[in-house]
């Protein structure tokens, strides 16, 4: 992919749509179909050994919702999971893939779920609203800066209505804090903490090679990554501690609380980009990126700071994760358990609330969401798009890039790239291998 070419042709961040954006202008495409609130809506599912398994349960919820296919590269997790409770009465009549691209030739499918490692979201959501699907796409939503302008590409495109997982912007209590943030009664914010400290969260242990287990199609699994040995370390879940398929706890959980760290503060894109770590907790276990992790984020009137650990549950403010506002007059702390407002002692304005606990469940309550602005024909109503989704999702990449190239990074905005052509040479795309390419849409 010529690099320059494709940011000259997609230059579309910079104005990035921020919580419940308006999308009035995306038309439906005349491939994807205009359900009623009557319809039924058939989903098929593609990677469900984790989140992506998490999803289409909450999403089969969602009254006149029905799953009838499922796709992973895994048998062995096919198996698992259709004897789940919830789909073990219907499993017979769910069609099973290991190539996608067969399942979006399934014509009974309205909406695509996509849950696999990074690295593959970007294709697989191109190719399903290609194929005039709506589609829900696990976090984050690519996996380079470029793979995300695509996406925000292929969605002006094709029309399709596209939720991303970034669950949190559907939690009512989420929205209550941002709410209070806005009303000015903190004070002027000058400084915005995100602390994710997650100790349940580890690599794993350095073990040899080996083939595949029986049932995977390793080569499927790697798609567009550089094609390597089969390794258990690197495989499933701990596939985010490397760089060919993920980018750590920056893009994992970064995406999550940096977005209401943007969204609090109404900002989109920083000046500059700090950060520092590395794998300090340990380095002896199976990972390349960074199991301790600060990044500084310049705004024009704020800094924004992300502190982030493995293997250690006590962060700020006594949270294993949080987005802390500190105001003149006071702080107010929110996590997916709620929020609260700490008094500022030296502010004249005495501002305190105590704990308000979460109202909902964010993550059923974003299924909804989303079936919804399919059923209405309404994608302004949903609550994370894709420009919304792109925009942390590049913030996060910036605070990765910094860390691996080790500098401190200027972003330009006009341009929509670093002022270091070295740093948008090395980092701003990612290298497709085994024959993939991310198509170019204008």
Sequence with gaps: MNRKKFIKSTAIMGAAGMFLPNLKSYALSKSSKNLSANDQINIGSIGINGMGWANTLKAIKVPGVNLVAVCDVDQNAIQKKLKHKAVVNIKDK??????YRNMLEQKDIDLIYIGTPDHWHALMMIDAAAAGKHVYVEKPIGNSIVECEAMVAAQKRYGSVIQVGQWQRSSTHFQDAMAFVHSGKLGPIRTVKVSCYQGWMRPQPKVANTEPPKGVDYDAWLGPAPKKPFNASRFHFHFRWFWDYAGGLMTDWGVHL????????????????????????YPNLSQETPDTLTTLYEFDQFNLVWDSAMGIDNGSYGRDHCIAFIGNNATLVVDRNGWEVIEEKRSEKKVIIPLQKKS????????????????????????????????????????????????????????????????????????YFNGYQLPLIR
Aim: aromatic letters at 8%; one cysteine or more.
């Design 360 to 431: 909902n469940n964010g993550h059923q309550q974003h299924q909804f969401n989303f079936i919804q602005a399919i059923r209405e024909n309404k994608p302004e109503i949903l609550n994370c798009n894709v420009e919304a989704a792109a925009l942390v999702a590049k913030v996060a990449q910036m605070g990765n890039i910094s860390f691996r190239a080790n500098q401190k990074l200027n972003w330009l905005r006009k341009k929509n790239q670093f002022d270091d052509p070295k740093i948008n040479n090395l980092y701003l795309a990612k290298e």
């Design 258 to 281: 940096l977005d209401y760290a943007l969204i609090g503060m109404k900002a989109t894109v920083p000046k500059s980009i700090v950060g520092l770590g590395g794998q300090f907790a």
């Design 94 to 99: 769910i069609k099973i893939y290991s190539d």
